[in-house]
């Protein structure tokens, strides 16, 4: 039997433990509606100006997200070993509100963790390089495969590869790796640049 010290103590520990737990959606910080102000995190323009989905990130302490042009450069933000900060909510446009690719929508914001990811399609994110398409729906994720080709997975299921590295993805049903094809070095080298700074 366990003695009323040890129960106490197992109880103040698993409080603790709780307590420590990642946030969830209930606790996150609101997504923040884009305005012409917000301005893409890692090449400094208006983010309005690009198409595609996008991602902002909220760090703890700091009063307005970072917000990014690509949603495969915020998930990079987040999985880059030099970042340090603490992340308190990372929301990405949900594509299966948006109006189409040029008009993602200001307001369509879905937490990073729930979406289903569209990889290696024929659609090139607002940067150029190669896109991860959030859907809140997996069957606008299916229909969005059907016509621009990819594979949908989760966010835990995709590679750092696939968002640390610069790579062109060529479209196709092909496994993954198979479809990546390295591209320059200049995403690599613009992480590299900010770190040092």
């Given at each position: 039997?366990?003695?009323?010290?040890?129960?106490?103590?197992?109880?103040?520990?698993?409080?603790?433990?709780?307590?420590?737990?990642?946030?969830?959606?209930?606790?996150?910080?609101?997504?923040?509606?884009?305005?012409e102000e917000a301005v893409g995190h890692f090449?400094?323009?208006?983010?309005?100006?690009?198409?595609?989905?996008?991602?902002?990130?909220?760090?703890?302490?700091?009063?307005?997200?970072?917000?990014?042009?690509?949603?495969?450069?915020?998930?990079?933000?987040?999985?880059?070993?030099?970042?340090?900060?603490?992340?308190?909510?990372?929301?990405?446009?949900?594509?299966?509100?948006?109006?189409?690719?040029?008009?993602?929508?200001?307001?369509?914001?879905?937490?990073?963790?729930?979406?289903?990811?569209?990889?290696?399609?024929?659609?090139?994110?607002?940067?150029?390089?190669?896109?991860?398409?959030?859907?809140?729906?997996?069957d606008d994720a299916r229909k969005f495969v059907?016509?621009?080709?990819?594979?949908?997975?989760?966010?835990?299921?995709?590679?750092?590869?696939?968002?640390?590295?610069?790579?062109t993805v060529m479209p196709s049903n092909e496994?993954?790796?198979?479809?990546?094809?390295?591209?320059?070095?200049?995403?690599?080298?613009?992480?590299?640049?900010?770190?040092?700074?």
């Amino acid at each position: 039997m366990i003695s009323r010290p040890t129960l106490l103590l197992i109880v103040i520990n698993l409080m603790f433990l709780a307590g420590c737990q990642q946030q969830t959606e209930e606790t996150m910080p609101p997504p923040v509606a884009m305005t012409e102000e917000a301005v893409g995190h890692f090449c400094q323009m208006n983010i309005l100006e690009h198409a595609g989905p996008k991602a902002q990130i909220h760090l703890e302490g700091l009063p307005y997200p970072l917000f990014f042009s690509q949603v495969r450069d915020g998930i990079a933000y987040e999985r880059m070993p030099e970042q340090n900060y603490k992340i308190s909510a990372i929301y990405v446009s949900d594509m299966s509100k948006a109006h189409d690719w040029e008009n993602v929508g200001r307001e369509n914001w879905i937490p990073a963790s729930s979406a289903h990811y569209v990889v290696a399609s024929t659609m090139t994110g607002g940067m150029g390089a190669s896109e991860l398409v959030p859907f809140s729906d997996q069957d606008d994720a299916r229909k969005f495969v059907a016509r621009h080709g990819g594979q949908i997975m989760r966010l835990d299921d995709i590679d750092d590869a696939l968002v640390l590295n610069n790579t062109t993805v060529m479209p196709s049903n092909e496994p993954l790796e198979t479809a990546i094809i390295p591209d320059d070095d200049d995403y690599r080298a613009r992480l590299e640049k900010l770190r040092k700074e």
